[in-house]
């Protein structure tokens, strides 16, 4: 029972750290996205 306490812990964890990086990448994503559409008008 310890055991799926802290496995589900860690998997709690590392789905925060996982959707972090995806927010970032789509941060990224967005700002160049928009520079280009502002250099293209």
């Known amino acids: 029972m310890n ?3 802290t496995i589900t812990i860690n ?3 590392g789905l925060q750290q996982y959707s972090q990086q995806l927010q970032n990448q789509l941060k990224e994503v967005l700002i ?3 520079r280009i559409s502002m ?3």
């Open 11 to 13: 998997f709690k964890s």
């Open 32 to 34: 160049s996205s928009l």
């Open 3 to 5: 055991l799926l306490c």
């Open 39 to 41: 250099a293209n008008s």
